[in-house]
T-cell receptor, first 112, second 116 residues
Framework: GDSVTQMEGPVTLSEEAFLTINCTYT??????LFWYVQYPGEGLQLLLKATKADDKGSNKGFEATYRKETTSFHLEKGSVQVSDSAVYFCALSDQNTDKLIFGTGTRLQVFP | GAGVSQSPSNKVTEKGKDVELRCDPI?????LYWYRQSLGQGLEFLIY????????KSGLPSDRFSAERTGGSVSTLTIQRTQQEDSAVYLC??????????????FGEGSRLTVL
């Protein structure tokens, strides 16, 4: 079945460092891909998405490019802030049922 | 309401008791999902509703778990004879305003269940 694999955390960075969180997927067909974020004490919310190959999703300085050839959707940010500390989830949509399949999440901790 | 509302936010119960968790989705959203978030396990899909029907209930872990949705709105997830391994945060999400799937799920803050 469809699945998502993302790098284990925690990822610990200093403020203004470059961030990469790796995500790869296995799917039949051409799913849409998502990054969701869960800030401390809050519910999950959509960070960005891409619906077809080579699309780049971006929001709040974060970017991810849908790479069909490597089945990847890595999350990047050029300069992280303390306020980016959160758990980040990569996900894909099941085209048959519209449900999202999530990775296990990666905790990011940014220190001043 | 403005967002997805879940209750209770916290529930502590004894092993063997039944629990009910409630989800009130965003008004007009036709799709409703239940997920379970366990420590270190990510988000595990449980069941999906489109209107009042559940076309995909493949994630329900056992027959102790059931869910229903009435009036195309509120949903209840019931866990019978709770076990300690049921301890987790149960998340509800909704989508598809007016039946149009936008691909974005809107999540509630979850119901934390602790089974002693």
């Amino acid at each position: 079945g469809d699945s998502v694999t993302q790098m284990e955390g925690p990822v610990t960075l200093s403020e203004e460092a470059f961030l990469t969180i790796n995500c790869t997927y296995t799917a039949t067909g051409y799913p849409s891909l998502f990054w969701y974020v869960q800030y401390p004490g809050e519910g999950l919310q959509l960070l960005l998405k891409a619906t077809k190959a080579d699309d780049k999703g971006s929001n709040k300085g974060f970017e991810a490019t849908y790479r069909k050839e490597t089945t990847s959707f890595h999350l990047e940010k050029g300069s992280v802030q303390v306020s980016d500390s959160a758990v980040y989830f990569c996900a894909l949509s099941d085209q048959n049922t519209d449900k999202l399949i999530f990775g296990t999440g990666t905790r990011l901790q940014v220190f001043p | 309401g403005a967002g997805v509302s879940q209750s209770p936010s916290n529930k502590v119960t004894e092993k063997g008791k039944d629990v009910e968790l409630r989800c009130d989705p965003i008004s007009g959203h036709t799709a409703l999902y239940w997920y379970r978030q366990s420590l270190g396990q990510g988000l595990e899909f449980l069941i999906y509703f489109q209107g009042n029907s559940a076309p995909d209930k493949s994630g329900l872990p056992s027959d102790r778990f059931s869910a229903e949705r009435t009036g195309g709105s509120v949903s209840t997830l019931t866990i019978q004879r709770t076990q300690q391994e049921d301890s987790a945060v149960y998340l509800c999400a909704s989508n598809s305003p007016g039946g149009r799937n936008t691909g974005e799920l809107f999540f509630g803050e979850g119901s934390r269940l602790t089974v002693l």
